[in-house]
């Protein structure tokens, strides 16, 4: 592979660079815990094969005539001098401290990246004698939360004795997931955004959505990261929702929104608005989906006071099944080639109107940006020589952000919030207040079960 390689920047992408500094570092930091001591040299080692065996991790943002690229470094010495960069021992931590690595993770999540002149990544190795960890940190531009797990999956196989399979470089491009599969099937395609809007507007017209953020500023300043270990396992919230008939995640979902929703118990509007990831791999023509690299996109669950579990189950349920199917028909395909088109202006107007939007406060208002990577159990190789027994994934965002991880039967929730709108008192409270809510399903069947 020569140092000519440009690889071009999808929708999203182009979003991470026009925003880049603006919002604040667009990273993925990962904090991971090992179950046992781990030979720091063979760590490095991995590190620096995973860095060959993964293009994108060799690419700095080049400009070009018109637009901006990624282009993909050799893999030579001076790849060595950025590795040496990006990869550090960080001593003087109290690995034991759950505090300690908060403030630590707050302040990686803060630190730029030089995505112009180093590699998009960052990893600190946080010595202990028996429980060592890994914060590794992948900038967005580079890949989604489940590109992190790849490779995480494939830096535990390492560490076993297993070889890291090099990943190509696919094509960034998103529109042959969200558009018809033919052009005659346009006009249904915008028909059914088009009555999906209005209904949308029409079901949400005077509701007030429920925020942490106690005011409101023109400018992003940093965030704050916290780790919260949920109430209850991974195994009891499953029969739960079967008792429910959902999905662990629709299930997390309703009682969020419930937790939320008790922040404003006397307010007959009050709802909460839960924005939440989807995987646009699944939509690809067979035989065209991607596995490395930015493919997200989202839709948001409004939920209102319900009289039990079932009932708000029920609502959720029944969006996420909507917004869904509204993929599935490429309803979503007129707002998304929108976006598709907004790198045309440049990184310059593109910057501008992103720094508008938060001066005027015209973004959507939110409770909470959630993001689910379910069991990741499968991170870990047959025989497995090391394993992480703690995983707290964050990444910046425009909304309260909180994401969940399942890991040894073990619920791994992490907060990110911007701090120029959201105290960490209220973080806390919130968490009080979801606790709350998983001690009272888990100790008490759900009444009313959903067919």
């Known amino acids: 592979?020569?140092?000519?390689?440009?690889?071009?920047?999808?929708?999203?992408?182009?979003?991470?660079?026009?925003?880049?500094?603006?919002?604040?570092?667009?990273?993925?930091?990962?904090?991971?815990?090992?179950?046992?001591?781990?030979?720091?040299?063979?760590?490095?080692?991995?590190?620096?094969?995973?860095?060959?065996?993964?293009?994108r991790l060799r690419g700095v943002i080049v400009p070009t005539a018109l637009t901006y690229k990624l282009r993909i470094l050799p893999d030579d010495a001076w790849l060595d001098q950025l590795f040496d960069d990006a990869y550090r021992v960080q001593p003087g931590i109290d690995a034991t401290s759950r505090s300690a690595l908060e403030h630590f993770h707050s302040a990686f999540i803060n630190e730029p990246i030089s995505l112009e002149r180093g590699l998009p990544w960052r990893a600190r190795f946080i010595p202990h004698d028996q429980t060592p960890l890994l914060v590794f940190s992948v900038h967005h531009i580079i890949g989604d939360g489940r590109s992190v797990v790849q490779m995480l999956t494939a830096l535990l196989g390492r560490l076993s004795g297993q070889p890291i399979k090099s990943v190509p470089i696919e094509s960034s491009s998103m529109v042959a997931a969200v558009t018809p599969h033919k052009w005659t099937q346009w006009p249904a395609s915008i028909q059914g955004w088009w009555r999906n809007k209005r209904r949308d507007e029409q079901s949400s017209r005077g509701q007030k959505i429920i925020t942490l953020a106690s005011r409101r500023s023109e400018r992003y300043t940093t965030t704050s990261v916290r780790y919260h270990e949920l109430p209850c396992t991974s195994d009891q919230l499953k029969v739960l929702a079967k008792q429910t008939g959902t999905t662990v995640n629709n299930l997390v979902v309703a009682v969020m929104a419930n937790a939320f929703l008790t922040l404003a118990p006397n307010d007959p509007q009050a709802v909460s608005a839960i924005r939440i990831s989807v995987d646009l791999r699944r939509y690809f023509p067979e035989g065209q989906q991607p596995e490395f690299g930015n493919f997200v996109s989202s839709f948001t669950v409004r939920s209102g006071r319900q009289d039990t579990l079932a009932a708000q189950v029920q609502s959720v349920e029944s969006q996420v099944k909507d917004h869904l199917s509204r993929y599935e028909r490429r309803e979503y395909a007129l707002p998304l080639m929108f976006y598709e088109a907004l790198p045309l202006m440049g990184?310059?107007?593109?910057?501008?109107?992103?720094?508008?939007?938060?001066?005027?406060?015209?973004?959507?208002?939110?409770?909470?940006?959630?993001?689910?990577?379910g069991n990741v159990e499968a991170i870990h190789p047959k025989d497995a020589q090391a394993r992480f027994t703690e995983i707290w994934p964050a990444t910046l965002s425009t909304a309260l952000l909180l994401a969940l991880v399942n890991l040894g039967g073990k619920l791994f929730f992490t907060v990110a919030f911007q701090n120029d709108e959201t105290d960490e008192s209220a973080?806390?409270?919130?968490?009080?207040?979801?606790?709350?809510?998983?001690?009272?399903?888990?100790?008490t069947p759900p009444p009313n079960p959903v067919a």
């Not at 990962?30 to 179950?35: A, L, N, S």
């Open 347 to 373: 990184r310059t107007l593109y910057s501008h109107f992103i720094v508008q939007s938060k001066a005027k406060g015209s973004l959507p208002i939110l409770s909470c940006h959630f993001t689910n990577l």
């Open 427 to 443: 973080v806390l409270d919130f968490f009080q207040r979801l606790d709350r809510q998983f001690r009272d399903i888990t100790s």
């Open 1 to 55: 592979m020569s140092d000519a390689t440009l690889v071009p920047l999808n929708r999203s992408e182009h979003m991470y660079w026009a925003g880049e500094g603006f919002l604040g570092p667009i990273n993925m930091p990962f904090m991971m815990r090992f179950d046992r001591p781990v030979d720091e040299a063979l760590l490095r080692q991995a590190l620096r094969e995973l860095t060959t065996a993964v293009p």
